[in-house]
């Protein structure tokens, strides 16, 4: 009986990574379908393990937006050729 706790033992980490690949290509199928469950469990993670470059994501994202803004006002203020 021990050598099979033994066995458990060492064929655990495996078992669990196994588990954890099959779970993560499952819902990387039912993501790239678009369905709920993925969506949910994906907003649940990044809900409770926050970026640590949220701030810096959101700051860039602004700046991006700023440019286009300009470069769209920029354009209207050209003259339309003919």
Do not use: H
């Not at 021990?2 to 066995?7: A, D, I, P, S, T």
């Not at 959101?58 to 803004?69: G, L, P």
């Amino acid at each position: 009986m021990e050598f099979y706790f033994g066995l458990l033992w060492a064929f655990l980490p495996w078992f669990i990574a196994f588990i954890f690949g099959f779970i993560a290509s499952k819902l990387m199928k039912s993501a790239k379908k678009r369905r709920g469950a993925a969506i949910a469990f994906g907003a649940l993670v990044q809900m409770f393990t926050p970026d640590p470059y949220a701030e810096r994501n959101i700051e860039m994202m602004v700046i991006e937006k700023r440019q286009e803004k300009k470069q769209e006002e920029d354009m209207g203020k050209l003259p339309k050729k003919k």
